[in-house]
């Protein structure tokens, strides 16, 4: 059975090797699916894949369940002090963002770029948006009527469109890059986060290249 799957995983990467690969892969987590990953074995295995096939941007996003924002800041800080010793042995490009965090860190080196979001949900990025530019309104450095899209993006903590979106072990939308993930391939897989192998993200990538993208068209 392994020498199979061993063989499948090599026809695999020769194909997805044939064509271009995702330039940035957004992947959404639970709460739940983090604290159950022990160590994070999975998590920096997922990391080392996209290394691999040569992916250059790579986001993944944790749902907190906001039941106590005490609560929730404490599970964020422990999981960041956690999580960035073991990711940074992947890719020096590592920024673990917060509720807390106004910007994000820019990296001079042109590794692969890992970004961990905890509980920086689109709704918020989109209300803390629309909350600075009322306030730039109020100083009479934005005048309402200059209001567009542009404006909307350049107050967004995450600028990048992703080009594939992955919700492992999920059939529901994920709250997260709302404005940038509008134009986004989505991939639903049925198969549960600790369960997830390098062939099922294989899978996702070689789906990615076989899909015709309309951005809305």
């Known amino acids: 059975m392994g020498f199979i799957t061993g063989l499948y995983e090599w026809r695999l990467k020769t194909k997805i090797r044939q ?11 639970s709460e739940s699916d983090l604290l159950a990953d022990t160590d994070y ?13 040569g992916i250059k941007k790579v986001t993944v996003h944790i749902s907190i369940i906001e039941v106590d ?12 002090s956690e ?10 490009n590592v920024n673990v963002i917060t509720r807390g965090d106004k910007e994000m860190i820019k990296h001079e080196t042109e590794e692969m770029v890992l970004d961990i979001s905890l509980g920086y949900s689109g709704k918020f990025e989109l209300t803390k948006a629309m909350k600075e530019i009322m306030q730039q309104v109020k100083k009479g450095n934005i005048d309402p009527e200059d209001i567009d899209e542009n404006v909307i993006e350049s107050h967004l903590l995450f600028k990048s469109e ?3 979106v992955i919700r492992a072990g999920g059939k529901r939308l994920t709250d997260f890059l709302i404005w940038q993930s509008v134009y986004s391939e989505l991939y ?12 099922d993200f294989l899978r996702v990538i070689r789906d990615f290249q076989k899909r015709q993208r309309r951005f809305g068209k």
């Open 188 to 199: 639903f897989t049925d198969v549960n986060w600790l369960d997830f192998r390098k062939v």
């Open 19 to 29: 064509k271009d690969v995702p330039g940035h892969i957004v992947l959404a987590l």
């Open 162 to 164: 992703p080009d594939i």
């Open 69 to 80: 924002a005490f609560i929730s800041n404490n599970i964020c800080s422990k999981l960041s």
């Open 41 to 53: 074995v999975k998590l920096n295995s997922f990391a080392s894949w996209c290394k691999e096939m």
């Open 83 to 92: 999580m960035l010793p073991v990711l940074i042995k992947i890719t020096p």
